[in-house]
């Protein structure tokens, strides 16, 4: 097994064609939302180091390994993209074995695994990672029965660009203040997003009271096999009056009518218990689990060890 560092301008293809042939498979996104703008939009990439490693055999690359530093000489995070026939317990030990020591390397003292592949979460529970949190994938046939109620005096819109992109940003933060994945977002972060060839702005859905904003449900459809609810949040001061399912309603609602989704997916962390309550009310079911594991590898392996310059 020969283990390098990526590099995009000559990986490019084959680590497409490595993530399509794992999607394929799976059913399931092979990498995170930020990693895919590593390789996509790496120009925007600019508020933290991130690196990369790829893993090659006479037939190419089997397994990409991208890691992003979260917390200068603190944590990192990584994911395995493993093609299924090399998901053997002696080459996924030896992947997290060399991406610890790369994170180490860097000056890392802890590191951050999402993982859904069975096979990938033993491997990791061997290595000594300990399991951190769970973020359930729940899915609902459409068309809903439902009909959204919207609230008195609220009103529904498309998201308008250059007009809402402050409020909004405003808004979600403080809807998500601490979320390690949806808060303290920036127009950066809002602008990569824009560029996504999935993006509707009338599929981003903005409930207002007057010129204040209320609430907001963003929704994608990358095909019409299922429609994703994004980003959904409701601003405190309209919490407890509804709004929280009308909203969902009302996306699920356009993308079945406008862009003709025959599914609906939605991710919730599995501690969010009145969230469950509600999806499952509506007929949403749990569909697969997605794992973060966590390891504080410091003075396990030797930094001398590593030689991948990851920059």
């Known amino acids: 097994m020969n283990l390098r560092s990526i590099d995009l301008s000559n990986d490019s293809v084959a680590l497409e064609r490595l993530i399509s042939d794992i999607e394929e498979h799976d059913l399931h996104p092979a990498l995170g939302e930020r990693k895919v703008f590593d390789l996509v939009d790496p120009?925007?990439?600019?508020?933290?180091?991130s690196c990369g490693l790829v893993a090659a055999d006479d037939h190419g690359i089997f397994a990409y390994l991208p890691l992003v530093e979260e917390e200068k000489g603190g944590l990192w995070t990584l994911e395995t993209v493993v093609h299924p026939d090399h998901r053997r317990p002696s080459v996924l030990d030896a992947l997290l074995k060399e991406a610890t020591r790369a994170v180490i390397a860097r000056g890392g003292e802890g590191i951050r695994l999402w993982g859904y592949?069975?096979?990938?979460?033993?491997?990791?529970e061997r290595s000594g990672f300990r399991s951190e949190r769970e973020l359930f994938h729940m899915r609902a046939p459409l068309p809903l029965t439902d009909a959204p109620r919207i609230p008195p005096g609220i009103r529904i819109r498309g998201f308008q660009e250059g007009i809402d992109d402050r409020k909004w940003l405003e808004g979600n933060n403080q809807v998500f203040f601490g979320h390690p994945e949806n808060g303290n977002?920036?127009?950066?972060?809002?602008?990569r997003r824009r560029r996504r060839p999935w993006f509707s702005s009338e599929g981003f859905r903005m409930a207002w009271d007057g010129e204040v904003l209320a609430g907001f449900c963003w929704t994608k459809t990358p095909s019409p096999r299922a429609g994703e609810i994004y980003v959904i949040g409701v601003l405190p001061d309209y919490q407890g009056m509804g709004l929280g399912r009308a909203l969902l309603l009302e996306?699920?609602?356009?993308?079945?009518?406008?862009q003709h989704a025959r599914a609906c997916v939605l991710?919730?962390?599995?501690?969010?218990?009145?969230?469950?309550?509600?999806?499952?009310?509506?007929?949403?079911r749990h569909?697969?689990?997605d794992r973060s594991l966590l390891l504080f590898p410091k003075g396990k392996y030797s930094t001398d060890a590593s030689g991948y310059?990851?920059?």
Do not use: K
């Not at 996306?251 to 406008?258: F, V």
């Open 43 to 49: 120009r925007t990439e600019a508020q933290s180091a």
């Open 117 to 124: 592949v069975p096979e990938v979460l033993q491997a990791a």
């Open 251 to 258: 996306g699920i609602g356009y993308m079945y009518t406008h």
């Open 309 to 311: 310059p990851c920059s």
């Open 287 to 289: 569909h697969h689990t």
């Open 267 to 284: 991710y919730v962390d599995a501690a969010n218990s009145p969230a469950l309550r509600m999806y499952r009310s509506m007929g949403f």
């Open 185 to 191: 977002w920036e127009l950066a972060d809002l602008d």
